[in-house]
Protein backbone atom coordinates (compact mmCIF):
# COMPACT_ATOMS: atom_id res chain seq x y z
CA UNK A 1 0.00 0.00 0.00
CA UNK A 2 1.21 3.48 -1.01
CA UNK A 3 1.65 5.78 2.13
CA UNK A 4 -0.16 8.44 0.19
CA UNK A 5 -3.63 9.53 1.00
CA UNK A 6 -6.55 8.65 -1.00
CA UNK A 7 -7.54 11.07 -3.85
CA UNK A 8 -10.71 13.18 -3.42
CA UNK A 9 -13.81 13.90 -5.25
CA UNK A 10 -16.43 15.86 -5.55
CA UNK A 11 -19.70 14.84 -3.06
CA UNK A 12 -22.60 15.90 -5.68
CA UNK A 13 -22.41 18.85 -8.32
CA UNK A 14 -22.01 21.39 -5.49
CA UNK A 15 -20.94 19.55 -3.03
CA UNK A 16 -17.95 19.58 -1.11
CA UNK A 17 -15.01 18.01 -1.32
CA UNK A 18 -14.33 14.38 0.05
CA UNK A 19 -12.16 11.24 0.00
CA UNK A 20 -13.12 9.00 -2.70
CA UNK A 21 -13.80 6.48 -0.05
CA UNK A 22 -15.46 7.26 3.33
CA UNK A 23 -15.80 5.49 6.88
CA UNK A 24 -19.13 3.47 7.80
CA UNK A 25 -19.26 4.23 11.59
CA UNK A 26 -22.53 1.95 12.39
CA UNK A 27 -20.44 -1.13 13.87
CA UNK A 28 -18.34 0.79 15.87
CA UNK A 29 -21.20 0.69 18.18
CA UNK A 30 -23.97 -1.60 17.47
CA UNK A 31 -24.94 -5.06 15.23
CA UNK A 32 -21.17 -6.53 14.59
CA UNK A 33 -20.82 -7.87 18.27
CA UNK A 34 -18.56 -6.15 20.97
CA UNK A 35 -16.53 -3.15 20.06
CA UNK A 36 -13.08 -2.06 21.95
CA UNK A 37 -13.82 1.63 21.79
CA UNK A 38 -9.93 3.03 22.24
CA UNK A 39 -9.72 0.50 18.95
CA UNK A 40 -12.74 2.38 17.02
CA UNK A 41 -10.74 5.19 17.99
CA UNK A 42 -8.23 4.85 16.39
CA UNK A 43 -9.46 3.85 13.25
CA UNK A 44 -11.29 7.27 13.23
CA UNK A 45 -8.13 9.18 13.94
CA UNK A 46 -6.28 6.47 10.93
CA UNK A 47 -8.95 7.20 8.34
CA UNK A 48 -8.42 10.78 8.21
CA UNK A 49 -4.37 10.78 8.39
CA UNK A 50 -5.48 8.78 5.23
CA UNK A 51 -7.67 11.19 3.26
CA UNK A 52 -10.85 9.69 4.44
CA UNK A 53 -13.11 12.98 5.89
CA UNK A 54 -16.24 11.40 4.98
CA UNK A 55 -17.99 9.66 8.03
CA UNK A 56 -21.03 8.47 8.32
CA UNK A 57 -23.76 7.89 10.96
CA UNK A 58 -27.15 7.56 11.96
CA UNK A 59 -29.22 8.31 14.83
CA UNK A 60 -30.68 4.83 14.71
CA UNK A 61 -27.08 3.03 15.01
CA UNK A 62 -27.42 2.38 19.03
CA UNK A 63 -30.41 4.64 18.75
CA UNK A 64 -27.94 7.29 19.18
CA UNK A 65 -25.15 5.95 20.74
CA UNK A 66 -22.85 5.84 17.47
CA UNK A 67 -23.61 9.48 17.31
CA UNK A 68 -22.82 10.36 20.87
CA UNK A 69 -19.44 7.92 20.10
CA UNK A 70 -18.61 10.22 17.60
CA UNK A 71 -19.06 13.48 19.28
CA UNK A 72 -15.23 13.94 20.75
CA UNK A 73 -14.10 13.09 17.11
CA UNK A 74 -16.30 15.78 15.32
CA UNK A 75 -15.12 18.43 18.06
CA UNK A 76 -11.53 17.73 17.27
CA UNK A 77 -11.49 17.27 13.68
CA UNK A 78 -14.85 19.50 12.73
CA UNK A 79 -12.98 21.67 9.82
CA UNK A 80 -11.62 18.43 8.62
CA UNK A 81 -14.81 16.02 8.18
CA UNK A 82 -18.00 15.70 6.04
CA UNK A 83 -20.32 14.35 8.77
CA UNK A 84 -23.19 12.39 7.77
CA UNK A 85 -26.00 11.25 9.37
CA UNK A 86 -29.65 9.94 8.78
CA UNK A 87 -33.47 10.19 10.46
CA UNK A 88 -36.35 8.20 9.55
CA UNK A 89 -35.88 4.38 11.43
CA UNK A 90 -37.77 4.66 14.24
CA UNK A 91 -36.98 2.49 17.15
CA UNK A 92 -38.40 1.84 20.59
CA UNK A 93 -37.88 -0.38 23.86
CA UNK A 94 -38.94 -3.53 21.99
CA UNK A 95 -35.40 -4.66 20.38
CA UNK A 96 -37.65 -6.40 16.74
CA UNK A 97 -39.21 -2.90 16.02
CA UNK A 98 -38.34 -0.42 13.18
CA UNK A 99 -40.86 1.90 11.99
CA UNK A 100 -40.24 4.81 9.52
CA UNK A 101 -41.19 8.34 9.88
CA UNK A 102 -41.42 11.05 7.16
CA UNK A 103 -43.32 13.81 8.74
CA UNK A 104 -41.65 17.25 8.75
CA UNK A 105 -42.65 17.19 12.45
CA UNK A 106 -40.07 14.19 13.10
CA UNK A 107 -37.82 15.61 11.20
CA UNK A 108 -37.25 18.53 12.34
CA UNK A 109 -37.03 17.24 16.00
CA UNK A 110 -34.91 14.43 14.73
CA UNK A 111 -32.26 16.78 13.14
CA UNK A 112 -32.24 18.95 16.81
CA UNK A 113 -31.41 15.21 18.59
CA UNK A 114 -28.87 14.72 16.24
CA UNK A 115 -27.27 17.39 16.25
CA UNK A 116 -27.43 17.47 20.04
CA UNK A 117 -25.70 14.05 20.53
CA UNK A 118 -23.27 14.85 17.81
CA UNK A 119 -22.02 18.48 19.45
CA UNK A 120 -22.37 20.27 16.45
CA UNK A 121 -23.93 23.30 15.11
CA UNK A 122 -24.68 21.87 11.88
CA UNK A 123 -24.83 18.83 9.66
CA UNK A 124 -22.96 18.79 6.54
CA UNK A 125 -25.28 15.53 5.14
CA UNK A 126 -28.34 14.96 5.77
CA UNK A 127 -30.30 12.01 4.73
CA UNK A 128 -33.20 10.68 4.47
CA UNK A 129 -32.56 6.50 5.72
CA UNK A 130 -35.83 5.34 4.19
CA UNK A 131 -38.63 6.47 2.38
CA UNK A 132 -42.14 6.20 3.89
CA UNK A 133 -44.86 6.04 0.75
CA UNK A 134 -47.13 7.34 2.87
CA UNK A 135 -45.85 10.75 3.04
CA UNK A 136 -45.22 12.72 0.17
CA UNK A 137 -41.85 13.03 -1.11
CA UNK A 138 -42.12 16.72 -1.84
CA UNK A 139 -43.70 17.15 1.84
CA UNK A 140 -40.30 15.66 3.64
CA UNK A 141 -37.74 17.08 1.32
CA UNK A 142 -39.26 20.64 2.31
CA UNK A 143 -38.91 20.15 5.80
CA UNK A 144 -35.38 19.09 5.18
CA UNK A 145 -35.14 21.91 2.76
CA UNK A 146 -35.82 23.96 6.31
CA UNK A 147 -33.26 22.66 7.90
CA UNK A 148 -30.84 24.15 5.36
CA UNK A 149 -32.56 27.66 5.28
CA UNK A 150 -32.21 27.52 9.06
CA UNK A 151 -28.08 26.52 8.70
CA UNK A 152 -28.73 23.59 10.52
CA UNK A 153 -28.37 21.10 7.47
CA UNK A 154 -25.77 21.71 4.53
CA UNK A 155 -26.52 19.01 2.02
CA UNK A 156 -29.39 16.39 1.54
CA UNK A 157 -29.54 13.15 0.54
CA UNK A 158 -31.70 10.21 0.40
CA UNK A 159 -30.98 6.28 0.82
CA UNK A 160 -32.28 3.59 -0.63
CA UNK A 161 -34.92 5.44 -3.17
CA UNK A 162 -35.94 4.59 -6.85
CA UNK A 163 -34.82 6.69 -9.81
CA UNK A 164 -38.57 7.89 -10.15
CA UNK A 165 -37.90 9.64 -6.38
CA UNK A 166 -34.47 10.60 -6.88
CA UNK A 167 -35.72 12.84 -9.73
CA UNK A 168 -38.83 13.71 -7.97
CA UNK A 169 -36.71 15.01 -4.89
CA UNK A 170 -34.37 16.87 -6.90
CA UNK A 171 -36.59 18.78 -8.24
CA UNK A 172 -37.54 19.95 -5.27
CA UNK A 173 -34.05 21.07 -3.73
CA UNK A 174 -30.63 19.26 -5.48
CA UNK A 175 -29.40 16.39 -3.53
CA UNK A 176 -25.93 15.66 -3.33
CA UNK A 177 -25.41 12.14 -1.96
CA UNK A 178 -28.00 8.83 -2.97
CA UNK A 179 -27.04 5.99 -0.17
CA UNK A 180 -27.55 2.49 -1.33
CA UNK A 181 -26.28 -0.97 -0.93
CA UNK A 182 -23.93 -1.89 -4.22
CA UNK A 183 -21.63 -4.50 -4.49
CA UNK A 184 -20.66 -7.12 -6.16
CA UNK A 185 -24.14 -9.34 -4.24
CA UNK A 186 -26.34 -6.11 -4.31
CA UNK A 187 -26.84 -4.61 -7.10
CA UNK A 188 -30.43 -3.55 -7.05
CA UNK A 189 -29.44 0.04 -7.26
CA UNK A 190 -28.86 -0.15 -10.65
CA UNK A 191 -32.27 -0.76 -12.03
CA UNK A 192 -32.95 2.78 -11.97
CA UNK A 193 -31.35 4.47 -9.24
CA UNK A 194 -27.55 4.70 -10.59
CA UNK A 195 -29.20 6.27 -13.85
CA UNK A 196 -31.00 8.82 -12.23
CA UNK A 197 -27.81 9.48 -10.34
CA UNK A 198 -25.72 10.26 -13.10
CA UNK A 199 -28.34 12.07 -15.18
CA UNK A 200 -28.69 14.74 -12.14
CA UNK A 201 -24.70 14.84 -10.67
CA UNK A 202 -25.94 13.11 -7.36
CA UNK A 203 -22.99 11.37 -6.13
CA UNK A 204 -23.44 7.45 -5.06
CA UNK A 205 -22.45 6.22 -1.00
CA UNK A 206 -22.48 2.65 -1.23
CA UNK A 207 -22.98 1.12 1.66
CA UNK A 208 -21.87 -2.44 2.36
CA UNK A 209 -19.52 -2.62 -0.71
CA UNK A 210 -18.15 -5.64 0.90
CA UNK A 211 -21.43 -7.59 1.03
CA UNK A 212 -21.19 -7.16 5.13
CA UNK A 213 -17.51 -9.09 5.28
CA UNK A 214 -18.74 -12.22 2.96
CA UNK A 215 -17.04 -10.65 0.33
CA UNK A 216 -13.68 -10.75 2.39
CA UNK A 217 -14.03 -14.60 3.21
CA UNK A 218 -14.25 -13.72 6.81
CA UNK A 219 -16.91 -15.93 7.30
CA UNK A 220 -18.64 -18.58 5.53
CA UNK A 221 -21.79 -18.92 7.35
CA UNK A 222 -22.97 -16.03 9.94
CA UNK A 223 -24.95 -18.56 11.92
CA UNK A 224 -22.32 -20.70 13.07
CA UNK A 225 -19.39 -18.14 12.37
CA UNK A 226 -20.49 -15.30 14.55
CA UNK A 227 -21.20 -14.06 17.86
CA UNK A 228 -24.63 -13.92 19.15
CA UNK A 229 -25.00 -10.27 18.90
CA UNK A 230 -24.02 -9.55 15.26
CA UNK A 231 -27.31 -9.00 12.92
CA UNK A 232 -25.52 -10.72 10.35
CA UNK A 233 -26.70 -14.25 11.77
CA UNK A 234 -30.32 -13.16 10.68
CA UNK A 235 -29.81 -12.21 6.82
CA UNK A 236 -31.01 -14.60 4.64
CA UNK A 237 -28.05 -14.37 2.44
CA UNK A 238 -25.35 -15.25 5.12
CA UNK A 239 -27.23 -18.51 6.80
CA UNK A 240 -27.51 -22.04 6.31
CA UNK A 241 -27.73 -23.50 2.22
CA UNK A 242 -27.49 -19.93 1.05
CA UNK A 243 -24.23 -19.10 2.26
CA UNK A 244 -23.12 -22.62 1.11
CA UNK A 245 -23.96 -21.47 -1.80
CA UNK A 246 -22.76 -17.91 -2.20
CA UNK A 247 -19.25 -19.38 -0.48
CA UNK A 248 -18.91 -20.87 -3.67
CA UNK A 249 -19.74 -17.67 -6.22
CA UNK A 250 -16.53 -16.06 -4.50
CA UNK A 251 -13.88 -18.25 -6.34
CA UNK A 252 -13.35 -15.71 -9.09
CA UNK A 253 -12.88 -12.84 -6.30
CA UNK A 254 -10.11 -15.38 -4.68
CA UNK A 255 -8.63 -15.85 -8.07
CA UNK A 256 -8.23 -12.34 -8.96
CA UNK A 257 -7.03 -11.07 -5.53
CA UNK A 258 -4.38 -14.18 -5.73
CA UNK A 259 -3.08 -12.96 -9.36
CA UNK A 260 -3.12 -9.02 -7.60
CA UNK A 261 -1.46 -10.33 -4.67
CA UNK A 262 -4.09 -8.30 -2.49
CA UNK A 263 -7.38 -9.89 -0.66
CA UNK A 264 -10.27 -10.55 -1.52
CA UNK A 265 -11.94 -7.35 -0.05
CA UNK A 266 -9.64 -4.93 -2.37
CA UNK A 267 -11.02 -6.99 -5.53
CA UNK A 268 -14.86 -6.03 -4.04
CA UNK A 269 -13.87 -2.34 -3.13
CA UNK A 270 -12.13 -1.78 -6.65
CA UNK A 271 -15.33 -3.28 -8.33
CA UNK A 272 -17.66 -0.83 -6.62
CA UNK A 273 -15.16 2.11 -7.99
CA UNK A 274 -14.76 0.54 -11.57
CA UNK A 275 -18.49 -0.01 -11.61
CA UNK A 276 -19.20 3.35 -11.75
CA UNK A 277 -16.81 4.64 -13.87
CA UNK A 278 -18.90 2.48 -16.03
CA UNK A 279 -22.18 4.64 -15.13
CA UNK A 280 -20.43 7.56 -15.27
CA UNK A 281 -20.97 8.15 -11.46
CA UNK A 282 -18.80 9.77 -8.48
CA UNK A 283 -18.51 7.08 -5.94
CA UNK A 284 -17.11 6.98 -2.51
CA UNK A 285 -17.84 3.55 -0.74
CA UNK A 286 -18.45 3.99 3.11
CA UNK A 287 -16.97 0.19 4.02
CA UNK A 288 -17.01 -0.01 7.90
CA UNK A 289 -14.26 -0.98 10.04
CA UNK A 290 -13.30 -1.25 13.39
CA UNK A 291 -9.81 -2.32 13.03
CA UNK A 292 -6.65 -0.18 11.64
CA UNK A 293 -5.48 -2.73 9.47
CA UNK A 294 -8.62 -3.58 7.85
CA UNK A 295 -8.55 0.27 6.95
CA UNK A 296 -5.47 0.52 5.63
CA UNK A 297 -6.39 -2.70 3.31
CA UNK A 298 -9.46 -1.07 2.34
CA UNK A 299 -7.56 2.11 1.49
CA UNK A 300 -5.58 0.33 -0.45
CA UNK A 301 -7.92 -1.03 -3.15
CA UNK A 302 -8.73 2.59 -4.39
CA UNK A 303 -5.21 2.09 -6.32
CA UNK A 304 -6.31 -1.39 -7.67
CA UNK A 305 -6.88 -1.43 -11.48
CA UNK A 306 -8.90 -4.47 -12.59
CA UNK A 307 -8.57 -5.75 -16.36
CA UNK A 308 -11.56 -6.14 -18.73
CA UNK A 309 -10.72 -10.10 -18.49
CA UNK A 310 -11.36 -9.85 -14.41
CA UNK A 311 -14.02 -7.70 -14.70
CA UNK A 312 -16.16 -10.23 -16.88
CA UNK A 313 -15.66 -12.97 -14.28
CA UNK A 314 -16.89 -11.02 -11.80
CA UNK A 315 -19.93 -9.85 -13.50
CA UNK A 316 -22.55 -12.99 -13.12
CA UNK A 317 -22.16 -13.43 -9.81
CA UNK A 318 -25.05 -11.05 -8.50
CA UNK A 319 -27.36 -12.56 -10.56
CA UNK A 320 -26.62 -16.16 -8.87
CA UNK A 321 -26.59 -15.09 -5.31
CA UNK A 322 -29.22 -17.06 -3.19
CA UNK A 323 -31.57 -15.12 -0.74
CA UNK A 324 -32.78 -11.54 -0.27
CA UNK A 325 -30.50 -8.80 1.30
CA UNK A 326 -32.60 -8.47 4.20
CA UNK A 327 -35.74 -11.01 5.70
CA UNK A 328 -38.12 -8.57 4.87
CA UNK A 329 -37.38 -7.01 1.31
CA UNK A 330 -40.21 -4.44 2.11
CA UNK A 331 -38.14 -2.42 4.27
CA UNK A 332 -35.84 -1.26 0.67
CA UNK A 333 -36.64 0.63 -2.05
CA UNK A 334 -36.68 -2.22 -4.90
CA UNK A 335 -40.27 -3.61 -3.67
CA UNK A 336 -40.85 0.21 -5.53
CA UNK A 337 -38.72 -0.21 -8.29
Known amino acids: MSNSRIRQVTLGTHGPQVGVQGLGCMGM ?138 REAHAVHPIAALQSEWSLFSRDVERSAVGAAADLGVALVPYSPLGRGFLTGAFTDAGTDLSDGDFRRYQPRFTGENARTNAALLEPVHTIAAAHGVTAAQVALAWVHQRAQVHGLTVIPIPGTRRTTRLRENLAATELTLGAEELAELEPIADRVAGDRYPDMSSTATVRE
Do not use: C, W
Open 29 to 166: SEFYGDTDEAAARQTLEGALAGGVTLFDTADVYGRGANEEFLAPFVAAHRDEITLATKFAIERTDDPHYRGVRNDPAYIRQAAEDSLRRLGTEVIDLYYMHRRDPAVPLAESVGAMVELVERGLVRHLGLSEVTGAEL
